[in-house]
């Protein structure tokens, strides 16, 4: 037993050991300035971490410009209107360029659209304008296996979109109604962001895709470059020749591990996202 309590401890003291080590974050102050680095990777979930991240580099007096690296094909809805306010409020505090990966399509290139520059790759997959909301049906497979379920309701709207009964004609347009109302505020954020008619907007709004050097054409990006063009470009911005490049800590804990996999089965599905 004393060699299992001893195993325990060393496990847990390394655990928080590189926990530590992860959640530190690296600063310093090159000769010219620093600038700050917030990636934006993978499916957006939440927006709780990146808007954190934003705000202190906003905040930071050492920090002269931002750079937002998009690699994402969009997500939630909400979680990417937030990340949209943020950057437009650190926007006004310091100069922000957004450099696109593989990926920046819907909610992806929603966040990027209050940037002073944005830089994509010819080769960028991006666009996709437009909402999905959709909802599994389980009602038939849940028959086969015997399973009922009865539901007790204030109102005939309170269970729309339940997944254990298809839903009728009246509950699709309220669906419609919303997703149409979400999807005219992504429309209209792009035309205010990049000086658009909304006209202009609409005909690609419909959720295609294009490549970096298509959107470049289409007028939805500023210029072509890879990420290391938007470094220097940001360093152009603010008169920094080395900028020295500041990344916010890592976080992960063991809880995330195991919660992150049940927090995206079970989140609502509103979508800005690429499928």
Request: overall charge positive; hydrophobic content about 45%; proline content about 5%.
């Amino acid at each position: 037993m004393k060699k299992i309590h001893i195993i325990i401890i060393v496990v847990v003291a390394v655990a928080i050991i590189i926990g530590v080590s992860i959640g530190i974050g690296m600063r310093g102050f090159a000769p010219g300035g620093n600038i700050g680095v917030v990636e934006i990777e993978g499916t957006i979930i939440t927006a709780k971490h990146i808007v954190k991240d934003l705000k202190n580099f906003g905040d930071d007096p050492s920090i002269s410009a931002i750079i937002i690296r998009v690699n994402s094909p969009g997500g939630i809805v909400a979680p990417s209107q937030e990340i949209y306010e943020q950057v437009k409020k650190v926007k006004k505090l310091k100069k922000v360029v957004v450099s696109m990966g593989a990926v920046a399509a819907s909610g992806g290139y929603y966040v990027a659209l209050p940037a002073d520059i944005i830089v994509a790759n010819p080769g960028t997959i991006t666009g996709s304008i437009g909402v999905i909301m959709q909802f599994p049906v389980l009602k038939e497979l849940l028959q086969k296996i015997g399973i009922d379920f009865q539901v007790i309701k204030s109102k005939e709207y309170k269970d729309i979109g339940s997944p254990y009964r298809k839903m009728g004609s009246q509950e699709k347009k309220i669906l419609q109604d919303v997703v149409l109302d979400v999807y005219d505020q992504f429309v209209e954020a792009i035309a205010e962001a990049r000086d658009l008619p909304k006209d202009s907007v609409l005909k690609f709004a419909d959720g295609r895709i294009f490549t970096g050097r298509q959107a470049k054409e289409f007028g939805f990006i500023d210029t072509l470059g890879s990420f290391e063009d938007a470094v220097r470009i940001a360093g152009d911005l603010v008169g920094v020749e080395r900028p020295y490049l500041v990344y916010p800590p890592r976080r992960m804990s063991f809880i995330d591990f195991f919660t992150k996999p049940v927090e995206r089965l079970m989140t609502p599905k509103l979508y800005f996202l690429w499928q």
